[in-house]
């Protein structure tokens, strides 16, 4: 038997997220270990991690990444 990779994946640690501050309007990147994972029922997990120019919490979806 020969295991062959058709398309190559990516660990959830090395996912890169791209967000942009609703306040400074900085964008950055991070990786899903250096963010806070938010449980939210109502409207999805989502990701908070400050913005490093303004400190200002930013949030992105976990579904929409």
Not at 6 to 23: A, D, S, W
Request: charged share 25%.
């Amino acid at each position: 038997m020969t295991v062959k990779i058709i398309v190559p994946g990516v660990l959830p640690e090395e996912k890169i997220i791209t967000v942009k501050c609703p306040n400074c309007k900085c964008q950055f990147t991070f990786n899903p270990p250096d963010a806070k994972l938010e449980f939210d029922q109502r409207d999805g997990d989502y990701y908070a991690i400050n913005c490093p120019t303004c400190g200002r919490r930013c949030t992105v979806s976990e579904g929409g990444i």
